[in-house]
């Protein structure tokens, strides 16, 4: 199949747009060709992944486009960077690491992107519109814009973001189109009392469940018949983009292009039906701890994965002022957010509660991108279903899946406690 370039293509890819723009066009050529697309399309926001220090080669193709004058085209916000940029001293992190990472920090401003440096871009400057075609990286940031908000964009790979966010031009295929984003199989929520929904384990391991049986398909829930918060499809769509490779869900009822059952499969049959019940949660969510010992000495709660939204911070501080307890002086609470709903921390007050009780908030990173951990953390608690599904194998260590408030209550005894609070 051929592709149709139009005339600004066409200049860029003959260098009139300048050498960063040559490159970036010449890189997206070649993707379209591979996936054999005949056209692309104007993109009007992109998001951009390819911020961690994955490798040399990562900093130096960043770094590439900026010596040779490159400009994003469209408004480009950045996900996480691998270090806290305010506090990376006080956190031991090394010097000639950092010196890297602000390296790579500087190349995305100089290319005229927006410092947001989260991986929750959509809770805060610049949500996507429905309907918005836009370039986004970041699985679970993919995940939310696709089916939260009805923007549309593929899941783009690191460095591709790049380019597309430089010349504001991107293939047309795959979530870009209408008739791609039908779903594929369905997920039946049977015997549930909606109280099970309120419960804050329930949508990061209906995630997991549903993200390891979809797989790359697009799966639509039906059943679940409560209102679902933004931080609740947050944490669904992180974990099912973790455990499968899903980068648009619908829920009937909830979620904007699946108003109804005919609208989320757009008129089509499902491929497969597959029917959840309570136990498959229950089984499910065992599946996310290694282990589930009682007692068993908790180093390190990590939540924030995705960043903490403000809201989610709030709920934290609240229970923290609930009592007068401290962490115990043997395990580290981490807290990774942005800067955004840092702020709003500030101005709310509930900081003081959260750093009184001994939390450290990190901002701008991840922990699987920024050395924080010491090597003798071996025990890792977390509400996270994204955090608990890629630990064991990122960060070599035993990973405890719970909710905020377990996680809260085995921080303060220094091991692990379930249920009952
Ligand atoms: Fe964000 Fe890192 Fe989790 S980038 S989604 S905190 S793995």
């Known amino acids: 199949m051929e592709l149709r370039l139009d005339l600004q293509d066409q200049q860029m890819l003959d260098g009139k747009f300048g050498p960063a723009a040559k490159l970036a066009m010449s890189v997206i050529v070649r993707m379209a060709n591979i996936l054999e697309v005949s056209e692309l399309l104007d993109i009007s926001q992109a998001h951009i992944d390819a911020c961690g220090l994955m490798s040399d080669s990562g900093l130096e193709f ?8 490159g400009r994003v085209r469209v408004p480009t916000t950045l996900n996480m960077v691998p270090l806290d940029l305010h506090n990376w001293r006080s956190q031991g992190i090394d010097e000639k ?13 100089d290319l005229g992107c927006i410092p947001t440096w989260t991986c ?8 996507p519109r429905f309907g918005q075609q836009i370039a986004w990286g970041e699985s679970n940031a993919i995940a939310y814009a696709n089916s939260a908000l009805g923007a549309r964009t593929e899941r783009y790979a690191d460095f591709m973001d790049l380019c597309v966010a430089i010349t504001g031009r991107a293939p047309l295929y795959g979530l870009h189109l209408k008739e ?5 199989i369905l997920f039946r929520l049977v015997g549930f009392d ?7 384990t329930f949508y990061p391991v209906l995630g997991f469940l549903v993200g390891r049986i979809a797989q790359n398909r697009i799966p639509v829930i039906e059943g679940l018949d409560s209102p679902v918060s933004s931080d609740q ?7 099912a983009a973790s455990s499968g490779g899903v980068g648009l869900f619908h829920i009937i009822g909830v979620t904007p292009e699946a108003a109804t059952y005919s609208d989320a499969f757009q008129d089509m049959s499902p491929q497969q039906i597959v029917d959840i019940h309570p136990s498959d949660i229950q089984e499910a969510q065992k599946d996310l701890s290694t282990t589930n010992d009682h007692g068993i000495k908790i180093d390190a709660v990590i939540v924030g994965c995705p960043h903490m939204s403000f809201n989610e911070l709030r709920t934290l501080a609240q229970l923290i002022e609930q009592g007068k307890n401290k962490l115990h002086p043997n395990t580290r609470f981490i807290i990774t957010t942005n800067q955004l709903s840092a702020a709003l921390l500030d101005r709310s007050g509930y900081r003081d509660s959260i750093i009184g009780f001994g939390a450290e908030i990190v901002t701008d990173t991840c922990v699987f991108h920024c050395p924080l951990l010491s090597p003798d953390t071996k025990v890792i608690m977390t509400n996270s279903g994204k955090f608990a599904y890629y630990a064991p ?9 719970g909710s905020l408030a377990e996680c809260f209550n085995s921080a303060i005894h220094g091991t692990l406690q379930r249920g009952g609070f």
């Open 180 to 184: 791609n984003r039908k779903g594929q």
């Open 120 to 127: 929750a871009p959509y809770q805060g400057y610049l949500t």
């Open 97 to 109: 690491y950092a010196s890297k990472a602000e390296r790579l920090a500087k190349a995305y401003l």
């Open 393 to 401: 194998g990122e960060l070599n260590t035993q990973v405890v899946f």
């Open 62 to 69: 960043v770094e590439t486009f900026s010596m040779l004058g």
């Open 194 to 200: 909606s109280t099970l929904f309120l419960n804050d």
């Open 233 to 239: 499809l947050k944490a669904l769509g992180a974990a």
